[in-house]
T-cell receptor
Framework: ETGVTQTPRHLVMGMTNKKSLKCEQH?????MYWYKQSAKKPLELMFV???????ENNSVPSRFSPECPNSSHLFLHLHTLQPEDSALYLC??????????????FGPGTRLTVT | TQLLEQSPQFLSIQEGENLTVYCNSS?????LQWYRQEPGEGPVLLVT?????EVKKLKRLTFQFGDARKDSSLHITAAQPGDTGLYLC???????????FGPGTRLSVLP
C-alpha cells in the first residue's frame, strides 16, 4: 500500500450504533488529521495529532472520539451519531515540526451515512 | 474567524478553452495551497505558494499569490477533460496546521 489509506470506504450506521473509521499512512509522516466534508460546507478540520499527541480539537462533539496509537495509524470512534453527521470523513498526513511548510496528503475518505 | 471565498462556484467549459478561478479572503495568510478533488477521492495537493506576488507554473496550470497574501488565482490553459474536478484553496499560518479551506470551484470540462 502507498500513500494514505482509509477503511471502510462506505459506512451506513444507525444512531445507536458504535463504529470506527481507520486511517493508515505509508509516507513516514508524523502528523495526522481528521476532516469532515459536507455537501454544503467547506472542508472542516476536526482533529490534529503530532507525534501521537492531540494538538487540535476544533470544538468537535464528544460523540466523535479520535485515537492515534502511533504515527502511522489514526482512528475515529463514532457513537450515537446524528443524521447531520452524514458526510465524507477524510484523513490526511504531513510532516510536522517547527518552521516547516505543512503539505497534507489525503486519503480517499469514508462516506458515512447515519440513518 | 478567517474565511476563504472561491469564485465561480461552478464552471462548465469546452475542451481547449482557458479559465481562471479565484480564491479571496479579508485575512492575510502566510501560505496558500491549491488542491484538486475528483469524485470519490480525497483532495490532491497541486501547489503551495508562500511569497506575496509569487507565480508558480505546473504544466498548463499557473498559480498566483496576491501581493498582500489575501488572494490567489489559478489559471488553466487549454483545459482538458482530465482537469474536471473540485478545486479547493486552503490558507495557512506560519507554523500552523489549522488550514482554512474555501468551498471550492467545481469545474467541468466537456470534450
Amino acid at each position: 500500500e502507498t500513500g494514505v489509506t482509509q477503511t471502510p470506504r462506505h459506512l451506513v450506521m444507525g444512531m445507536t450504533n458504535k463504529k470506527s473509521l481507520k486511517c493508515e499512512q505509508h509516507l513516514g509522516h508524523n502528523a495526522m488529521y481528521w476532516y469532515k466534508q459536507s455537501a454544503k460546507k467547506p472542508l472542516e478540520l476536526m482533529f490534529v495529532y503530532n507525534f501521537k499527541e492531540q494538538t487540535e480539537n476544533n470544538s468537535v462533539p464528544s460523540r466523535f472520539s479520535p485515537e492515534c496509537p502511533n504515527s502511522s495509524h489514526l482512528f475515529l470512534h463514532l457513537h450515537t451519531l446524528q443524521p447531520e453527521d452524514s458526510a465524507l470523513y477524510l484523513c490526511a498526513s504531513s510532516q510536522a515540526g517547527q518552521g516547516i511548510l505543512y503539505e497534507q496528503y489525503f486519503g480517499p475518505g469514508t462516506r458515512l451515512t447515519v440513518t | 474567524t478567517q474565511l476563504l471565498e472561491q469564485s465561480p462556484q461552478f464552471l462548465s467549459i469546452q475542451e481547449g478553452e482557458n479559465l481562471t478561478v479565484y480564491c479571496n479572503s479579508s485575512s492575510v495568510f502566510s501560505s496558500l495551497q491549491w488542491y484538486r478533488q475528483e469524485p470519490g477521492e480525497g483532495p490532491v495537493l497541486l501547489v503551495t505558494v508562500v511569497t506575496g506576488g509569487e507565480v508558480k507554473k505546473l504544466k498548463r496550470l499557473t498559480f498566483q499569490f496576491g501581493d498582500a497574501r489575501k488572494d490567489s488565482s489559478l489559471h488553466i490553459t487549454a483545459a482538458q477533460p482530465g482537469d474536471t474536478g473540485l478545486y479547493l484553496c486552503a490558507g495557512g499560518e506560519t507554523g500552523g496546521q489549522n488550514f482554512v479551506f474555501g468551498p471550492g470551484t467545481r469545474l467541468s470540462v466537456l470534450p
